[in-house]
Nanobody, 121 residues
Framework: QVQLVESGGGQVQSGGSLKLSCKAS????????LAWYRRAPGGQRDLVAH???????YYADSVKGRFTISRDNAKNMLYLQMNSLNELDTGVYYC???????????????WGQGTQVTVSS
């Protein structure tokens, strides 16, 4: 039911930064928890970070202190600021809507097309 469009990916060198954006088309955007997932080359789609409807954030251990997830409910936008990038951050990044309960995120079955992030030395 929710349409999601990711953008902002690209090619960067190790230590560089990128900011990803996700636009959602949904009148009830503000009630959802939101998340960023990453599919590494040859791997599964793993949760990178999520943010509750109230703005509480959670991060995978591998990105703590480097990535920041944020949302702008007035614009139906989700963001992921990525700093100090390394080669392990390479992958296709997807946004998602869902729900958070007891600090755990559960996605609904709606995904964007993904945006490629490639980090090289």
């Amino acid at each position: 039911q929710v349409q999601l469009v990711e953008s902002g990916g690209g090619q960067v060198q190790s230590g560089g930064s990128l900011k990803l954006s996700c636009k959602a088309s949904e009148i009830l955007f503000s009630i959802y928890a939101l998340a960023w997932y990453r599919r590494a080359p040859g791997g599964q789609r793993d949760l990178v970070a999520h943010i509750t409807s109230g703005g509480t954030t959670y991060y995978a251990d591998s990105v703590k202190g480097r990535f920041t997830i944020s949302r702008d409910n007035a614009k139906n936008m989700l963001y992921l600021q990525m700093n100090s990038l390394n080669e392990l951050d390479t992958g296709v990044y997807y946004c998602n809507t869902g729900w958070t309960r007891d600090s755990r995120y559960t996605p609904y079955d709606d995904w964007g097309q993904g945006t490629q992030v490639t980090v090289s030395s």
